[in-house]
């Protein structure tokens, strides 16, 4: 069956860094596009990032110049490199895998900015 599984959450300070890997299995990774969704207490789901199969970007603009996306179609694992983290920061973080017809979601992994 198709799986989507997050790591690299956790605690970390303001301006500290984190890169959040979500690997993919069940899926022919590579012709899915990839991205990186949060949501935090009270607030909707957001998307933060995505990537195309034809590697293509997007950023939210709360994140741009902070958040990199990138994939590894040999690992069939998508990653999210997180650098001068704020608190508003703090959310679920979920990976979804999209293709026409298919939508995958991962279980999150938590994100918490603080001092």
């Known amino acids: 069956q198709v799986q989507l599984v997050e790591s690299g959450g956790g605690l970390v300070q303001p301006g500290g860094s984190l890169r959040l890997s979500c690997a993919a299995s069940?899926?022919?990774?590579?012709?899915?596009?990839m991205g990186w969704y949060r949501q935090a207490p009270g607030k909707q789901r957001e998307l933060v990032a995505s990537?195309?199969?034809?590697?293509?970007?997007n950023y939210a603009d709360s994140v741009k110049g902070r958040f990199t996306i990138s994939r590894d179609n040999a690992k069939n694992t998508v990653y999210l490199q997180m650098n001068s983290l704020k608190p508003e920061d703090t959310a679920v973080y979920y990976c979804?895998?999209?293709?026409?017809?298919?939508?995958?979601w991962g279980q999150g992994t938590q994100v918490t900015v603080s001092s």
């Open positions: 990537i195309t199969s034809s590697l293509t970007t």
């Open positions: 979804k895998g999209s293709k026409v017809g298919a939508n995958y």
């Open positions: 069940g899926i022919i990774f590579s012709i899915y596009n």
